[in-house]
C-alpha cells in the first residue's frame, strides 16, 4: 500500500521539482546522467530483478523494451543485481543478442548520442536462450537457465514480459506453470507483464484471466495499456485531482461535451495479419481510448492506491450506457482507409496494403458517441475517435464547457467566441491548452478566443520518459496503479461485444476515407447533426 503511493507523488514531485533535480524520470535537456553505479533514488527498485523477455527479438523489444532499459540505467532506475534474458525461436548467441540490443538502443533511445559506458553495462547483464515458446520441454530448459543466472546475481524477483503476438499468452502461462516456473517461493515474486490486446472479446478476456490469475495470482498479473504510463496521460489525474480550480466544474452543470481523439498518420506498419484481424476497435478504442474516458470523468479515488484508482475506473466504466444494435448503426461510424497522400507521398488504401485482403472489411477508422448514465455525467456526449492514416498525429481530450447563462455583452460582441475548452494534449505537443474569451484591444466591444498554454517541454526543460520505462520500471517496484485489473479489461470488453456482434453481421456500413485526410464524412455528421464538430486535425 505505502509503495502504491509513490507514483502519485513521483508525477506531483515532477511537476514542481526542477530540471535535472534529483529523482527525475528523464533527462533534463543538456543534462549529463547518472550513471548506473550513480545516486539511488526512491524509486530505484532495491531488490534484484531477472527480467525475462518472451519476444525479445521483436519489434516492441527493439523499439521500447530494450531502449527502455537503457534509459532506465542512464536514470540510475535499474536495481543492481538486474539481468535480462532474452528468449525467442531466433538460434542467437548471446553476444549477437548483445549485437542486436546495442543497435536498438543506439536507434530508438529517446536519449541521445547514447552513452557507451552505460550500454556497456548493461550488455554486460544481457543473456539470451533460443526458444520455442509452444514448446513445454523447452521451459524446463528456461528454468534450469534462469536457476543458473540467479546464482551468478542475487536472487531476485522475475518478471516476465510477454513481447509476443497476443494468441500465444495463455500457452506461455500454461508453460512457465507446467515448469514450476511461476509459483513465486517466499520473498521473490514471479510477475507477468502481458501486452494489450488482452483476450479479442470478452469470452477470450475471461478465460484468459481465469487462467493467468490461477497461475500467477492477481497482485501479479500487470496487464499493459502503454497509454496509462504516458506522462501527458497520469497527468490527466493530477490536473483534475492536485488542483481545486478544475474539479469543481468537471460535471454536467458546466460541461457540454468530451471529445477524445487518437489520430495517427502511420498505416498498419508491417502488421497486416495482426490488423486484420483486430481493427481499429480493438486495437485502440477497447484500451487507449476507454482508458482515457475513464480517467477523464472517474470519481476522486480516496488515494493513488492501486485498488482505490481501479475501483473508481471500473465504476465508472460499468455506468457507460452498453449500445443497442439500433444504437450502434446511429452512433457508431466505421471506416477504412482508400489511397491518398501522407507526408507529401502517394500511399495505397488498406487493401491495397500487402497482406491485406482485397475485400477486407477491416475497420481503420472509428468514430462513436458515449454516454455515461451516473450523477455527474447524465446527460454529457462522449465522442471518441481514432484512426490510421490521418492528416495529423494528434492525441488529445477535450473538455467543451457549456456558454454562460446570459450574454452580458450581447450576440454580436460574442459572435467570434467558441466554447470554453480545456485541451488534455496527449502527444505531440504534450501540455494542457485552457480556451476562454478574452476581449480584443479594439474601439467597441469584441470578445475573441484566446489560449492559456501549458507546454511540458517548455516548462520543465526535459524530455518526457517513455511509456514503457514508466512500465518497467512500476513492475520492478511491484506497482500495479497503472497497469488493468482482470474486472476492468472485461468491463471495457462488455462495451466492445455489442458493436463487434453487429458489425459482423455486415449490416452496418463501412464508410471509407482518402488516407491523409479528416477521416470519414459520417463522422463529421455524427457530431454535426447534434450542433457540434471535431476540432479539425
Ligand atoms: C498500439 C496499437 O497499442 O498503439 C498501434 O496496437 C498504435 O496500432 C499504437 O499505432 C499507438 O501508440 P502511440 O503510443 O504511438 O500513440
New binding site residues.
Partial sequence: MERSAEPAARVAEALTRPAGAPGSTGPALNEPSRSVVGARTRYQPTEPVLLVIFGATGDLSRRKLLPSLYNLARDGLLPDGFALLGAAKEELKPDEFRELAAQSIRRWSRSQPVEEEILRALLGNLHYQPLDLRDEAGFGRLGRRLDELDKRTDKGHRLYYCATPPDIFATIVRNLDAAGLARSPPGHQRRILIE?PFGTDLQSARELNQLVTKVFGEQNVYRID??LA?ETVQNILVLRFANSIFEPVWSNHYVDNVLIT?A?Q?G??G?ASY?ER?GALR??VQ??LLQLLTLVTLEAPVSYDHQALRDEKVKVLRAVRPLSPEDIDRLVVRAQYGAGVIWGQPVPGYREEPGIPPNSTTETYVALKLSIDNWRWAGVPFYLRTG?RLARRS?EVRIEFKPPPHLTFGREAAAGLEPNSITVKI?PDEGIVLRFGARAPAPGMEIRSVDMDFNYGRSFQRSAAD?YEHLLNDCMLGDPTSFIRSDEVEAAWMLIDPIEARWATGRSPLFSYPAGSQGPDAADELLGREGRSWHPL
Fill in positions: 494489450k502503454h497509454y504516458k487518437v495517427e502511420l498498419i506498419e502488421r490488423y483486430t486495437d485502440m484500451n487507449h490510421k492525441s502527444q511509456a
